[in-house]
C-alpha cells in the first residue's frame, strides 16, 4: 500500500529535543520532495519545511530556521524532522507529506505525528 | 510570503446544495493553487491541482477554477460525506502558504 507513516512524536519540556520519522511504502522515495506540514491544535495548515530529491536542497520556515533539521534516507525510503530548542507554539500536529510528480501539490500525507512542548 | 485570504471561515448548507468557497491570493500563482479537504481527526486529502485539475478518484462534483487572483472551490451537490474542513494552498513560490481554512456543516 502506498502510505507514510510518522513516528517519534510525544511530550517533551520546553527547549528540548525530539525526532520525527516517516516511513515510505509501495513508491519510489527517491524521486520525490518531502516536506513536512504541522497543524496546531484548532488552528490551520503550516508549512514548515522541504526536502529535494537527494537532500541536497532544504528549505525552511522563518521561526525554525537553527532549530529544525529536514532529512531523509533514501536507502531507507526514510524522511526525518530533527526538533531542537521546541517552544510551545511548535505544539502541533506533523504531517510528513510527498510533493507530487506532477503540479507542486501534496499528494500523500502521512496520518500525523502529535508534538507538544510543556513543562 | 503569499497571503492567502479564504472565504467564508464556515458555512452550513442542505444536501443536494452548490457550495462555493473563495481563496484570494495576494498575487498571480501561474496556476500553482491546489485544494485539500480535511475531515475530522484526519490528514488532509488533495482534491484539485493546478487550479482546475481534478486529482485521480476524487468525485466529479468538486471542481476549481480561477478569475484573476481569485480562486473558487464548488462542489456542486453537497453530499454527507463533504462534511469537512477545506483549505486552498498557493505553491508557487516557498513558503507554501495555506488559507485560513473553511468549514463546511450539512444543515
Known amino acids: 500500500e502506498v502510505q507514510l507513516v510518522e513516528s517519534g512524536g510525544g511530550l517533551v519540556q520546553p527547549g528540548g529535543s525530539l525526532r520525527l520519522s516517516c516511513a515510505a511504502s509501495d513508491f519510489s522515495f527517491s524521486s520525490h520532495w518531502m516536506g513536512w506540514v504541522r497543524q496546531a491544535p484548532g488552528e490551520g495548515l503550516e508549512w514548515v519545511a522541504h526536502?529535494?530529491?537527494?537532500?541536497?536542497?532544504?528549505y525552511y520556515m522563518d521561526s525554525v530556521k537553527g532549530r529544525f533539521t529536514i532529512s531523509r534516507d533514501n536507502a531507507d525510503n526514510s524522511l526525518f524532522l530533527e526538533m531542537n530548542s521546541l517552544r510551545g507554539e511548535d505544539t502541533a500536529v506533523y504531517y510528513c507529506?510527498?510533493?507530487?510528480?506532477?503540479?507542486?501539490?501534496?499528494?500523500?500525507w502521512g496520518q500525523g505525528a502529535l508534538v507538544t512542548v510543556s513543562s | 510570503d503569499i497571503q492567502m485570504t479564504q472565504s467564508p471561515s464556515s458555512l452550513s448548507a442542505y444536501v443536494g446544495d452548490r457550495v462555493t468557497i473563495t481563496c484570494r491570493a495576494g498575487q498571480d500563482l501561474n496556476r500553482f493553487l491546489t485544494w485539500y479537504q480535511q475531515k475530522p481527526g484526519k490528514a488532509p486529502n488533495i482534491l484539485i491541482y493546478a487550479e482546475s485539475t481534478l486529482e485521480s478518484g476524487v468525485p466529479s462534483r468538486f471542481s476549481g477554477s480561477r478569475s484573476g487572483t481569485d480562486f473558487t472551490l464548488t462542489i456542486s451537490s453537497l453530499q454527507p460525506e463533504d462534511i469537512a474542513t477545506y483549505y486552498c494552498q498557493q505553491s508557487h513560490s516557498l513558503p507554501w502558504t495555506f488559507g485560513q481554512g473553511t468549514k463546511v456543516e450539512v444543515k
Open positions: 526536502i529535494n530529491q537527494d537532500g541536497t536542497e532544504k
Open positions: 507529506t510527498r510533493v507530487g510528480s506532477v503540479g507542486r501539490k501534496y499528494d500523500l
